[in-house]
DNA sequence: GCCAACGTTGGC
DNA sequence: GCCAACGTTGGC
């Protein structure tokens, strides 16, 4: 089993969101090296940490649990979509998704300023300088130091 | 809103 | 295949 971060803007589509909604399917990457790993490496029974991005407070706000492995974005395809491409097509799909399942709210999100200075934090991928990547692999320690900064939210 | 970092595009 | 121009991301 692997263990991934997403990020994702709240305004557009929130941990909240997802806890009501239960699963979603998450479309609209458009960068190669994410649509690789949703593509190739993200599997059914995955854990995936839920990030908030381009807001007040960056931070890690849940966890989520990938229940549908790689399969083609089809929204890439419908031109009234968020995020149209139209150099794909069903036949060739260009860009992937996976279905995520709503795991756990933070009790207390963990923010961006609070893991560039928690230790055994050191290395991870999102820290690294002008990273963009909006989908990326997260080790198990790193995984599991922020669940447990996170706490239970009962 | 600014701007650094990065990815993508397209002319050559 | 290089690289300048451009667009986007995302923290601040």
């Not at 995936?48 to 849940?62: D, L, Q």
């Not at 995020?83 to 992937?96: A, F, G, L, M, V």
């Not at 207390?108 to 200075?117: A, D, K, S, Y």
């Amino acid at each position: 089993m692997n263990y991934w971060l997403f990020k994702s803007e709240p305004d557009c589509f929130s941990l909240q969101d997802l806890k009501k909604k239960k699963t979603e399917h998450w479309d609209g990457v458009r960068n190669y090296q994410a649509r690789n790993f949703l593509r190739d490496e993200i599997e059914k029974g995955d854990m995936v940490i839920f990030y908030h991005s381009s807001c007040a407070e960056p931070s890690a706000a849940g966890v989520a649990k990938v229940v549908r492995s790689g399969y083609p974005d089809f929204t890439a395809w419908d031109p009234h979509s968020e995020h149209p491409d139209p150099k794909s097509t069903k036949e060739n799909p260009r860009w992937y998704m996976v279905d995520v399942q709503f795991e756990r709210e933070f009790k207390n999100p963990v923010t961006l300023r609070e893991m560039r200075t928690m230790a055994g934090l050191e290395g991870m991928q999102l820290l690294a300088q002008g990273n963009r990547l909006s989908v990326m692999p997260i080790s198990k320690q790193h995984f599991e130091i922020i669940v447990k900064a996170g706490g239970k939210k009962k």
